[in-house]
Each structure stands twice: as structure tokens, then as C-alpha cells.
């Protein structure tokens, strides 16, 4: 994957992929993207499950769903939470780069569909498998 091009196709295809209206074709895009057994770790949990955890003496977990099937769950509950209803939309931020073999890093936002206003956004760091498919996504949210 050291190929610009390939990174950004990689790239794109990810955001896309969060974007996706269709349950079908954002499943096959779950199962294109990502090794069987993956695993995607949302590693700043909301500020609400931080405090929860703080209150209970515990340092704030990170978040992590492993397979496709909880990948699916994810991905479609992000794009009802925060796409289907119109306003904002997924878009690739910054170019993707390779600092090492076999591992991608990414920025994401979210932008308002209507004035382009960047309202989020993220940066992903993702291990890749022998195929080309993401074996790890530690994602990192970043708020605008």
C-alpha cells in the first residue's frame, strides 16, 4: 500500500463506507475493508462514559468491536446517529500516509451538508493484513 494513489483510493473508500446509505452495500464494504476478525477500538470513549468510569474508580476504557458483524453494528449506528438524517456528511480530511509498512494513517471529518462547515472529525491509525485489509483501526476523535 505505499502507493499515494492506492492510500488515497484506501482513504476514500473508508469514508465512503460511512456514508453508505444501503445496509447491503455498506455490509459489503464492511467485509471488503476489513479482515474477518478485525477489530476497531474508538480509544476516547464520550465524555459521559469517561465520567461514568472516573466515578467508579476506573481509568476510561476504550471502546472496541471485533468481527464483522459488531464492525456492521458500528458503522450502521454511526451512519443513523449522525448521516441519515441529512445534515452532515463523512468526508477525507488531510492526505492518508504509510509511516511503516502495513499501517495507514488517516483524518476523517464531518462536515454540515449544508454550509461545509466542519463540525468533527478524526484521525485513524490502521494496521493492514497481508491482503490489504484492516486487521486493527484505532480511531481517534477529535471535536471542531
Not at 469514508?15 to 474477518?36: F, H, I, K, M, Q
Not at 476506573?58 to 454511526?78: C, I, K, N, Q, S
Not at 468533527?120 to 491509525?125: H, N, T
Request: aromatic share 10%; glycine share 8%; net charge negative.
Amino acid at each position: 500500500m505505499s502507493n499515494a494513489l492506492d492510500l488515497k483510493e484506501f482513504a476514500d473508500k473508508y469514508v465512503t463506507l460511512w456514508n453508505e446509505p444501503d445496509p447491503e452495500a455498506r455490509g459489503a464494504l464492511v467485509r471488503d475493508l476489513w479482515a474477518p476478525d478485525a477489530v476497531q477500538v474508538l480509544t476516547d470513549p464520550p465524555q459521559e462514559m469517561r465520567e461514568a468510569a472516573k466515578a467508579l474508580a476506573f481509568p476510561a476504557p476504550p471502546l472496541e468491536v471485533r468481527g464483522h458483524a459488531a464492525l456492521d453494528a458500528r458503522v450502521t449506528r454511526a451512519y443513523e446517529m449522525f448521516i441519515k438524517a441529512g445534515e452532515y456528511a463523512f468526508v477525507s480530511g488531510a492526505e492518508p500516509y504509510e509511516p511503516m509498512a502495513g499501517v495507514v494513517c488517516l483524518r476523517w471529518k464531518m462536515r454540515t451538508t449544508g454550509t461545509g462547515e466542519d463540525v468533527g472529525g478524526g484521525f485513524d491509525v490502521i494496521s493492514l493484513d497481508a491482503d490489504g485489509r484492516i486487521r486493527s483501526d484505532h480511531q481517534f476523535i477529535e471535536m471542531s
